[in-house]
């Protein structure tokens, strides 16, 4: 799958694109009852709100059959080699909760100024493309974006490690303001299967989820293999270190292994 002129003009301009539909319900139903699963696991890659409240789970693609078949999907692996022009790999990859009544808060935040400052990674040629595996309302905690944001490059950020169970290098009120006042703000919207793009410089953050609804999303952090990490501090699992580029499945291979599952489900 390739983007369009009108969607490489909008993701380099405002930072950000939204894909809608770009998978069906059933292949994101059976990625949403894994999710569900790999949540009920006890295991170092799924970290906890201070409530217990699973928060998100890394690099599921290396331990779960459809969340490896997503890892390699073609839907989301070309786009990125389109707009990097070369071959990507899996930097970060998690599944996010935002769970019902407890999923909490992401501060303002850039994540190549994580990816730079705690990974090494030398240019934002990486990116984070998301699929919505529940729908995003406007009230359960939707990703927030400051469009056009990313053209400041890296900003200002201090290492908050007490807000969240998750340490996070966040913006101060003032500079949120600011971008706020110049490029106003956006939360997509929509059913789950949903696919967001957005440039690794894009400020962006969530509000907590006081609603019945929950709000999974995936990301997939994939960066160009040229542009791989210099200096890691950070565990395997969070900021990955095999950098062999990734090779696409088959289009159909997410709703071949749907339908399998469902069969050994009746
Ligand atoms: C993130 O910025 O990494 C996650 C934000 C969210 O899932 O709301
Ligand atoms: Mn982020």
Redesign the pocket.
């Known amino acids: 799958m390739k983007l369009n002129d009108t969607q490489i003009k909008q993701l380099d301009e405002e930072g950000w694109v939204f894909l809608p539909d770009c998978f069906s319900a059933e292949e994101v139903a059976v990625l949403k009852s894994e999710a569900e699963g790999i949540y009920a696991e006890d295991r170092p890659e799924i970290w906890r709100e201070t409530s217990g409240a699973p928060r998100t789970a890394f690099a599921a693609h290396t331990y779960n059959e459809a969340f490896g078949i997503l890892g390699r999907h073609p839907r989301l692996i070309e786009p990125l080699e389109q707009v990097f022009g070369e071959q990507v790999y899996m930097h970060q990859f ?1 599944i ?1 909760a ?1 769970a019902s009544f407890t999923g909490d808060v ?1 501060q303002w ?1 850039q ?1 190549y100024g994580t990816w730079a400052r705690d990974d090494g990674m030398p240019e934002p040629r990486a990116m ?1 493309i998301s699929v919505f595996l529940d729908e995003v309302y406007p009230f359960n ?1 939707p ?1 927030m974006l400051i469009p056009r944001s990313h053209r400041h490059g890296v900003l200002d950020a201090g290492h908050d490690t007490s807000t969240t169970s998750y340490p996070l290098w966040t913006l101060d009120n003032e500079a949120v303001t600011k971008l706020v006042d110049e490029g106003g703000l956006i939360a997509p919207t929509g059913k789950p299967g949903g696919v967001l793009m957005f440039h690794g410089n894009l400020v ?3 509000a907590g989820n006081i609603t019945p609804f929950p709000r999974k ?1 995936v ?1 997939l952090t994939l960066n160009a293999v040229s542009n791989h990490i210099r200096t890691p501090t950070r565990e395997e699992w969070i900021a990955h270190q095999d950098f062999t580029p990734i090779e696409s499945c088959d289009d159909d291979a997410l709703l071949r292994f749907a339908k399998a599952y469902q069969h050994a489900a009746e």
Request: net charge positive; glycine share 14%.
């Open positions: 998690k996010n935002k992401w935040h994540d984070n905690g990703l962006h953050g969530s999303i990301y």
